[in-house]
């Protein structure tokens, strides 16, 4: 499982740092040591930012607004794109 972030920081440099640099070294770690593994990685509705309409679903636009829920969803591509290099991997 994969459902460590940091929800706001000072910093937006350290909560990137944490959100998305960790999921990739999470990653890496999986492709050294357990290539067999699978991920599965938690979102948030933070990557959808205000509701257009509802119910909010997985097909509505990416529109973060704030740090945390821009780095939620620069984690999710991360893991679409490690996904696409054999990682197998769980999105919910």
Known sequence: ?????VLSDPD?????????E????????????APRS??????SS???GAAE???VTEG???RPST??????????LAAVACAREGVATIRV
């Open 1 to 5: 499982f994969h459902l460590a972030a």
């Open 22 to 33: 960790g999921t990739l070294a999470l990653y890496g770690a999986v492709r050294a040591h």
């Open 60 to 62: 509505h636009l990416f």
């Open 38 to 43: 699978r991920v599965l990685v938690g979102s």
């Open 12 to 20: 937006p440099v350290r909560l990137y740092a944490v959100n998305v």
């Open 53 to 55: 309409s509802l119910p």
């Open 67 to 76: 740090h945390y829920g821009a780095s939620k969803a620069a984690q999710e």
């Open 46 to 48: 933070a990557v959808y």
